[in-house]
C-alpha cells in the first residue's frame, strides 16, 4: 500500500505525526471565533417554535402532551384547494414566476381586498410573499432606518419587536389593555407619536389576546396620524376569524391607503400554514421595491401554490364559515373553564383563536407557570413575556385543538394549580 508522495508506504513516525497534525486542525477548528454581524444579536425570535420542539421531546419520551402552544389551525387544508395545486403541478406550474407573484393572483387579490375593504386596489399594488412574515421583514426593511421609531402592539406577535430591533431602530410599545378587551387606548397612542415615528403596526384580531379593533378605535388612530407622513402595517391575518362584531380595516379610511401596508394571506384563514403563502397590498411604487426584496431573497413564491390560492379565494367558503364556528365553541369551552381555575380569570376574545388568562393571582411569573404546566400537567402553552414584556402576568393557550383535548387540558391544569399554587 503507498502512502507519502513518491510511493514509501508510511512508517510508525510518519503515522504518529499525520495524526498529530490531524488532532491539531481539529483544534484549530474548534477554537475559531465565529464571528457574527452584531445585528444578529438584535434579533429575537418567536418562543411558539421552541416550546413545540421541548414539547415532541417529552413526547418522544413518552409523555403525553396536549398542544395548546402553536398557532396553527388544527383542520386540513379543503379539499378543492388541494385539488387545484395538484392540478397545477400536473399543468406544468413548478417553474419560476414574477417575483411579485403571478399576475393572475395578484389580479384575484385586488379584487378580494377592494371587496372586502371597500377602496379600489389594483394588481400593481399586490406582492404574494411565502408567509406572511415576509411583509414583516420586508417592510420594515424598506422603510425603517437607524435612529427611526417604530410603534408596535406589546403585548403582540414576537416578529414586529425584533425586526424592529433587526434594523436598528427604537422599539416603541403601545399596551394592549386587559380592561379594553385588549384593545390599545388612542390617547395613548397618540402621545408616543413624533416626528421620530416611521412606522405604526396595527393588528387586529391580534395575537396573542384575541382582541379586536372597533370602528372607533380605526377611527381615532387614523385621526391620531393625521396628515403625517407616517406608515402604517396593518396585519390582517385573521380578519376572517371574527366571533362578534365586523373587521375594520385602517386601509379603508380615507386619505390612509396611500400610507398602509395591508398584510394578509391563506395560513389561517384556510389551513394553509405549510402552504407558505400571503401578501401584501400597499401602494405601488412602494410594491416595486417590496418585489426587489423578493428577488433578492426568495425570488419568487411558488407557483403552484399560487394557483390553489386563487381556487381558495374563488371556491366555496363554507370550509371558513365551518372552522370559525367550531374556533367559537372551543374559545367559550376554553373560557369558561380557565375562570374556575384558582387564580386565573380570562376574558372572552372577540378574534383569532387564541385565550390569554389572567394568572397574577396565583403569584407565579408567567414562564414559570407554563414550563411547570408542560413538564408537570403536560400541557403546551406559552408564556405571555413570549409577546413581550407587558405580557407578565398572562399565559397564551392556542384553541386550535379538538373540545375533547380542552376539556382534557382543562382537566389537568386545574388539580395541578389546586395542589401547587
Request: some cysteine.
Amino acid at each position: 500500500m503507498t502512502g507519502r508522495p513518491g510511493g514509501r508506504d508510511m512508517n510508525k513516525k510518519d503515522k504518529l505525526r499525520e495524526c498529530s497534525d490531524n488532532a491539531d486542525f481539529a483544534i484549530m477548528t474548534q477554537v475559531r471565533e465565529l464571528r457574527l454581524a452584531k445585528r444578529m444579536a438584535r434579533l429575537g425570535t418567536e418562543t411558539a417554535f421552541e416550546v413545540l420542539v421541548k414539547a415532541r421531546a417529552l413526547e418522544a419520551k413518552g409523555r403525553d402532551i396536549i398542544h395548546l402552544e402553536i398557532g396553527e389551525p388544527d383542520f386540513d387544508t379543503p379539499a378543492n384547494i388541494i385539488d387545484a395545486a395538484c392540478d397545477a403541478l400536473h399543468k406544468s406550474f413548478t417553474h419560476y414566476g414574477p417575483s411579485a407573484g403571478l399576475p393572475q393572483l395578484r389580479k384575484v387579490i385586488a379584487q378580494h381586498v377592494s371587496e372586502t375593504r371597500r377602496i379600489n386596489v389594483i394588481p400593481e399594488e399586490v406582492v404574494i410573499v411565502p408567509g406572511g412574515k415576509p411583509i414583516i421583514f420586508f417592510g420594515i426593511l424598506a422603510l425603517v432606518e437607524d435612529g427611526d421609531e417604530v410603534i408596535y402592539p406589546n403585548p403582540g406577535f414576537p416578529i414586529y419587536e425584533s425586526m424592529i430591533n433587526y434594523v436598528g431602530a427604537k422599539a416603541v410599545p403601545i399596551r394592549l389593555r386587559e380592561d379594553l378587551d385588549f384593545r390599545l387606548d388612542v390617547d395613548e397612542l397618540a402621545g408616543l407619536i413624533n416626528d421620530r415615528t416611521k412606522l405604526i403596526i396595527l393588528n387586529s384580531p391580534q395575537n396573542p389576546t384575541g382582541g379586536v379593533l372597533e370602528k372607533k378605535d380605526i377611527d381615532g388612530i387614523a385621526r391620531a396620524i393625521g396628515d403625517r407622513n407616517i406608515m402604517v402595517l396593518s396585519d390582517e391575518i385573521y380578519s376572517r376569524l371574527i366571533f362578534e362584531g365586523e373587521h375594520h380595516s385602517i386601509m379603508s379610511i380615507d386619505g390612509m391607503k396611500e400610507r398602509c401596508i395591508l398584510l394578509d394571506g391563506f395560513s389561517k384563514t384556510y389551513a394553509m400554514t405549510g402552504w407558505r403563502m400571503g401578501y401584501g397590498v400597499m401602494r405601488a411604487d412602494l410594491a416595486a421595491h417590496v418585489a426587489r426584496l423578493m428577488t433578492n431573497s426568495n425570488s419568487c413564491t411558488a407557483s403552484f401554490t399560487q394557483v390553489a390560492g386563487i381556487e381558495a379565494l374563488r371556491g366555496p367558503q363554507k370550509s371558513v364559515d365551518a372552522m370559525r364556528a367550531e374556533f367559537k365553541k372551543r374559545r367559550d369551552v376554553m373560557v369558561a373553564g380557565l375562570n374556575e381555575v384558582k387564580g386565573f380569570s380570562c376574558r372572552s376574545p372577540h378574534g383569532a383563536f387564541y385565550v390569554f388568562p389572567n394568572i397574577t393571582k396565583t403569584g407565579w411569573p408567567s414562564k414559570k407557570l407554563a414550563d411547570a404546566l408542560l413538564d408537570d400537567a403536560g400541557v403546551a402553552a406559552l408564556s405571555g413575556t413570549a409577546f413581550g414584556d407587558f405580557g407578565e402576568g398572562y399565559l397564551r393557550f392556542s384553541v386550535a385543538n379538538s373540545i375533547e383535548n380542552i376539556e382534557k387540558a382543562l382537566g389537568r391544569v386545574a388539580p395541578w394549580v389546586d395542589k401547587n399554587l
